[in-house]
């Protein structure tokens, strides 16, 4: 059994003082959660304060973005040394909105993923299809084409090193969620997808969903027997709500 996974993306969301409120909220329910494991990933300049408040819980730490150089004259970007010095656990790696706003190709995925695992935290690799690619029937060539850029680049074997998301474009912030069998369709895809090339490794990463994901809708989704956890966007900035979606990833886990 893969333990699920409730990972929040804040996203470019909150102040110091917001920020500091909602992790603090969130430890006053993580208690309540046994089975799943739970991580924030806030903005870059609020892991510090982060780190402070969740020393000691087991709720982990993650950033939204890493840069693929190692250190030196790459202004504004900041280094996988600097987050793992600040306690990061997960890196999340080629989000949909870093492809599209900010060009990130799969090459520069599949190096954001390489520097994140050499300084030994975990990447969280997104995946998904935009609506145009669903409805012209190209989502399993676009999810195959994204999975398989990584394992050419990197080895099948860097999968035993991340987890993956799977976040459809066209359910980001949208409200409008895929269905648990939808979602259900592509993470077995993408599974067997790895399968193709290591079963091993492939029983064994977590595939997250992403997209819309709330309280009322988690635990179908989490129910389905190859979702393993959630990216939360919208619903991981208040946290009654993240901690209700932990909550049913507890559910399942049990
Ligand atoms: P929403 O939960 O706001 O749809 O965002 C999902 C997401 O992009 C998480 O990375």
Known sequence: MRQPLIAGNW????????????????????????????AVCPPFVFLDAAERLLAGSPVRLGAQNVCT??????????????????????????????????????????????????HGMTPILCVGET???REQGEMESVIAGQVDAIMDRNGVASFAQLEIAYE???????????????????????????????PAIAAKVRILYGGSMKAGNARDLLSQADIDGGLIGGASLAAD????????GDAVAG
């Open 11 to 38: 996203k470019m969301n909150g102040t110091r003082s917001g920020a500091e409120a909602l992790i603090k909220g969130v430890l006053e329910g993580a208690s309540l959660v046994g089975r799943a494991e739970v």
């Open 69 to 118: 150089e190692e250190g030196g004259a790459y202004t504004g970007e900041v280094a996988a040394a600097m987050l793992a010095e600040f306690g990061c656990r997960y890196v999340i790696c080629g989000h949909s909105e870093r492809r599209e706003y900010y060009g990130e190709t799969d090459e520069i995925v599949a190096k954001k993923l390489a520097v994140t695992i050499a």
């Open 131 to 133: 609506l145009q690619q």
């Open 168 to 198: 459809p474009v066209w359910a980001i912030g949208t409200g409008r969620t895929a269905t648990p069998e939808q979602a259900q369709e592509v993470h077995d895809f993408i599974r067997r997808r790895i399968a193709g090339q290591d």
């Open 241 to 248: 709500d993240f901690l209700a979606i932990c909550q049913a």
